[in-house]
């Protein structure tokens, strides 16, 4: 699965696209796949603050709960009340079902995150294949 | 289909309805005798809480409920019946003796309300079963109180919290390792702590430079599970307690894993300051079908002064009661006493096994372990080598090539006449086959799981689709899991 490179990627699986001051964030096709089928995913109210590398939320899948890691610090603007009733979604698309949008804090902390053929070499390593 | 092993065969057994759709109008299993003593005005006593319309109850006959039950009861699996390989969870048998005990007529007709000098035998039976916990966890005190693993985590983490808050400052964080059970970090936020993940080496231990970078005056206590989840004894164990007491922190132990040292070491020695015991796991008392549970938290003298009120005394005239008058008590969490009839058959245990019995036990188990192991290496990957507890971990790497997964051989275990072992736990695994035998399988079992295991395996080269659709032989083929839980149906309705 190629990972599109008009976004950053975090070592926890979540990709981050800006757009101006605005952030759209989500989980990678790796992580659905590694999750299987996703059963409910938990995201954040709208005006709660993101802190860069801490959880903001939670999917749950059949076989687990996983945390769901901010990529950068900010506030949030939009979430996705789609995937309330329809968590599928996120297998079938995970690059195309955006979770949360913010307005960004500090973007400067977008440099400190992989692009898609780092995030893709580093799948490969934890993944062992 | 034909069988694929000697241990399980085709066996007819009953369809059953559910009780409501047995019901018919005026049927009954009672007869009561006439009313001898004044007639309640129900509705006068309740007023508007009087509830004319009752819902819909099953009326039906005495056997027909025997029956129903009876029917339900053979669709079951239980460690009765077979091996119980469930990791983690410690599904050893329950001795027969231990209900014989908690049968005896003063225990189980006893009363919580019955005053303490009519209630000096079961006092004494919390104080014995206490006592001995204490022994064998090398700590200085405990509560019976908690009602189950969980619970037992939480009434240690408040008294974690009211400790340091006793010392001005109640801090904010709990360190729990990546290998930790999932109720670990669920507790820590209940109780108002924040969670900070703390990563395992390659041998599968907690990695020592990480918890030193990470520990500071925020950290509350270290939440740790020796052996961990992988079965692997934690060797750094006194290094791990040091990092923590050098900067105020409390060492927390889950004692899920009990099972692997009882008689041969003790957490009070190795620097635990706070851990909680499941009775229903190591020490024999009913698992799975509700239990109840029972989970003990025992603590050092540190934390005395916070243990969950009451607490059992021993008067100045000898007799035994119940001490309300604990200032700093994290206060009750539980009504009553906790679930007494487990005290009653953990205490029966112990007892029964004494010190060599309980040590030969602990033996057994880490022995049953280590047999699964070596004869399972091979046809399975390992992915940790550090020598094996009481449960070990294999993935499924190699099956996954065929791209059958750890859940599918689990269902394909069924038809071997075998539960289940966990799936998919721990996390730090992927593709986890968590097995723990305990010490209650002979060898003759274990050789016949085995044989089923490396069945499956030879299966998944030959023929992946029996293994993909297993279970062949249940009375309901696989479920869809996924629809269960994305649309779940959760109560019955009359047509």
Known sequence: ?129 | MKHPTPKATRHVNQNEGLIFEKSSPGKAAWKLPPLDVPEVDTAKLLGEAERKDLGHMPEVSEIEIIRHFTRLSTWNYAIDLGMYPLGSCTMKYNPRVNEAVARVEGIANGHPYQPEKISQGALRIIKTLSECLIEITGMDAITLQPAAGAHGEMTGLLMVRAYHESKGNARKKILIPDSAHGTNPATAAMVGYAVENLKSDSRGMVDIASLQAQMNEDVAALMLTNPNTLGVFEQDIHKIADILHAKGGLLYMDGANMNALVGKVRPGDFGVDVMHLNLHKTFSTPHGGGGPGSGPVAIKKALEPFLPKPVVVTKPDGTLGFEYNRPHSVGRVRAFYGNFGMFVRALAYIQANGPDGLRQTTEDAVLNANYIRKGLEGTYDLPYSTPTMHEVVFSDKVQAKKGVRTMDIAKRLIDYGFHPYTTAFPLIVPGALMIEPTESESKEEMDLFIDAMKSIAQEVEEDAQTVLDAPHSTRVSRLDETAAARKPVLRWKLA
């Not at chain 1, 952030?23 to 299987?36: M, N, V």
């Not at chain 1, 603050?49 to 769901?68: H, I, M």
């Not at chain 1, 698309?93 to 902390?109: Q, R």
């Open chain 1, 1 to 129: 699965m190629p990972y599109p490179t008009d976004r950053k990627y975090t070592k926890e699986h979540e990709w981050i696209q800006v757009s101006g001051n605005t952030a759209t964030i989500g989980i990678t096709d790796y992580a659905q796949e590694s999750l299987g089928d996703i059963v409910f995913v938990e995201t954040p109210k709208v005006g709660g603050e993101l802190t860069a590398g801490k959880t903001f939320g939670t999917v749950e899948s059949v076989k687990a709960v996983s945390d769901l890691f901010a990529p950068a610090s900010g506030t949030v603007t939009e979430v996705n009340t789609d995937l309330a009733t329809s968590p599928e979604k996120v297998n079938k698309d995970a690059h195309g079902s955006w979770m949360v949008k913010m307005t960004l804090k500090n973007p400067g902390e977008l440099d400190a995150l992989l692009s898609a053929a780092d995030y893709e070499k580093f799948v490969a390593e934890e993944a062992g294949h």
